[in-house]
């Protein structure tokens, strides 16, 4: 595995605010080289997948805002950053585009859909602000909130 490519992931995992990393349910973090052929057929189904398009990253997991507490979990919540096609993509910068992917991907997590995570692209900072100015208790009592 590229270690350039580890670290810049583990750059930008640290470019999200302090609050939203140290939510006890925060998602790992893995990098793949390429989307798995089901993914990207899944991908591909979808309406406003554009055609031609890579797949960069994708969040597999239940949406925050979706889980219900005493749910069991089968499967971890995993934030999948793809090596070959942020490769392919990034224009120049890296390290922007790596950030981007996963910002976006936390933004999903976070329970957000696609056209909300495309226009806002500072999701973790205004959850951070609305959800987790306080500590505490009160993260539970406002998860069922949206950001606008
Ligand atoms: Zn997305």
């Keep these: 595995m590229d270690r350039h490519f580890e670290e ?5 995992y640290s470019t999200l605010p302090q609050k939203i990393r140290d939510l006890p349910d ?3 973090i893995q990098v793949v080289e390429e989307p798995p052929e089901d993914v990207r057929k899944d991908a591909a189904k979808r309406k406003n997948w554009p055609k ?5 990253g994708v969040y597999s997991g239940v949406h925050r805002t979706e889980r219900q507490h005493f749910q ?11 090596r070959g096609p942020i490769l ?3 224009k120049g910068d890296l390290r922007a585009e790596v950030k981007r992917v996963v910002w976006h991907e936390v933004a999903h997590w976070l329970g957000h859909d696609e056209e909300e995570v495309r226009k806002y692209q500072n999701i973790p ?3 951070a602000q609305k959800h987790l100015a306080c500590e ?3 993260i539970i009592a406002s998860e069922r909130e949206r950001v606008a």
């Design 8 to 12: 810049i992931v583990q750059w930008a």
């Design 125 to 127: 900072v205004l959850y």
């Design 72 to 82: 069991t979990r089968i499967a971890p919540d995993l934030i999948f950053v793809f």
């Design 136 to 138: 505490g208790s009160k």
């Design 52 to 56: 031609g398009t890579e797949m960069l």
């Design 26 to 28: 925060f998602p790992g």
């Design 88 to 90: 392919r993509c990034a």
